[in-house]
């Protein structure tokens, strides 16, 4: 049956405060003693109250607006090199008034340098706003963390909202999830609906393509397993390497290139000769950054190693060499993630959705195809 959306008088009733103290606690903080806040916050993720943008909104129950809540939009690289937002030009420095402005091309390549942006995000964000504009609906773009209060944040402007990649734990989503309809994008935890790619289908075929077409006997894993791409993508190795006769798999680096992007025990691995016939990375950034590192020690792809990645980022196709990979449609999943929310009314009259789209095999220099 479909309920209503919690009110400042239920959080407040809750947690036994005024329904001014409530207000507070999430307009001005400041205003109250970070016990009383405690409390307050407490309350509303229990109840699943998210704040309103603005009381029209809350009177008539709908924004027009929906929400896409994104990690950090600008990758760590590696030690020595200049994060991508480093060294920017202070625009308010720049003669405005000038008959033509100039501009620094090399700080301007640099800044859009494709390893130093995570461009899975910006293809799925691209398939959000596609769809969000074919039906005439404004979009609320939010870079941040991914703890109850940041998220409910974005949650309290919009009528529906996704989560990408979707690391987070299972209390702010289910809390959300009584509030305003959610998608979970590549992420298969958690309430509300979810976009997830064949990750199992997808490793399996690249895999079979690495043994029986290149005739690879040794298969590494590079990359973290943290998060449910990684995670499903790592356990799909494992039980592809497993159901070939002869064929061996194993871990040989578990960077995570968003964290901490040194290949410290690859490059061990290449010094010392011992690499195995391929490298199968969690992400096409993470071969790409594998490419990188190796050639810089002498060993290239495919000569030395083969080397392959999954997502299908644009990069991997203008790269040397070109990257083999899983192509997962990015762009579909944001599309997808949209129109769930578009068709869900947000009153728990809609069951929740799991959607699975499949992926292809993209076959590149990086393992001898092209």
């Known amino acids: 049956m479909p309920t209503s959306r919690p009110t400042v008088y239920d959080v407040a009733e809750r947690a036994g405060v005024s329904i001014a103290t409530v207000s507070f606690a999430f307009r001005r903080p400041d205003k109250v003693r970070a016990e009383t806040r405690e409390v307050v916050l407490q309350a509303a993720r229990e109840i699943g109250y998210v704040p309103s943008g603005s009381a029209r909104n809350l009177a008539r129950g709908r924004t027009g607006v929906l929400g896409l809540h994104l990690f950090d939009l600008l990758l760590d690289v590696a030690p020595g090199t200049p994060a991508a937002d480093e060294g920017l030009v202070d625009l308010s420095t720049l003669d405005l008034g000038a008959p033509v402005l100039e501009w620094?091309?090399?700080?301007?390549?640099?800044?859009?340098?494709?390893?130093?942006?995570?461009?899975?995000?910006?293809?799925?964000?691209?398939?959000?706003?596609?769809?969000?504009?074919?039906n005439t609906t404004g979009v609320l773009l939010r870079r941040g963390g991914t703890g109850p209060n940041e998220i409910a944040e974005t949650a309290g402007q919009v009528d529906g909202l996704a989560i990408l990649p979707g690391h987070v734990g299972l209390a702010p989503t289910a809390a959300l999830g009584s509030s305003v309809p959610v998608v979970m994008v590549?992420?298969?935890?958690?309430?509300?609906?979810?976009?997830?790619?064949?990750?199992?289908?997808?490793?399996?075929?690249?895999?079979?393509?690495?043994?029986?077409?290149?005739?690879?006997?040794?298969?590494?894993?590079v990359g973290a397993a943290d998060g449910w791409d990684p995670r499903q993508r790592r356990d799909a190795f494992d039980a592809a390497v497993a159901a070939h006769t002869g064929v061996t798999g194993e871990l040989v680096d578990p960077v995570d290139v968003g964290v901490d992007p040194v290949f410290t025990a690859l490059l061990e691995r290449a010094d010392a000769g011992s690499l195995p016939d391929a490298l199968v990375c969690a992400t096409d950034q993470t071969a790409l950054a594998v490419i990188d590192a190796l050639r810089e020690r002498g060993v290239e792809a495919p000569r030395d190693v083969l080397i392959a990645g999954f997502d299908g980022i644009q990069a991997t196709r203008t790269s040397t060499p070109t990257l083999t990979t899983v192509r997962q449609p990015m762009e579909l999943m944001g599309r997808l993630a949209a129109h769930l929310l578009l068709t869900d009314p947000g009153d728990g009259s809609v069951a929740p959705r799991t959607v699975t789209v499949a992926v292809a095999l993209q076959l590149g220099g990086s393992c001898g195809c092209a």
Not at 106 to 133: H, I, M, N, T, W
Not at 190 to 219: M, Q
Request: negative net charge.
């Open 104 to 134: 620094d091309a090399a700080e301007d390549a640099r800044a859009s340098e494709p390893k130093v942006f995570p461009l899975y995000v910006d293809e799925v964000q691209r398939g959000f706003v596609l769809e969000c504009r074919r």
């Open 186 to 221: 590549s992420s298969g935890g958690g309430p509300g609906h979810h976009v997830l790619a064949d990750n199992v289908g997808g490793i399996r075929s690249l895999v079979d393509h690495l043994v029986t077409v290149h005739g690879a006997r040794s298969l590494g894993w």
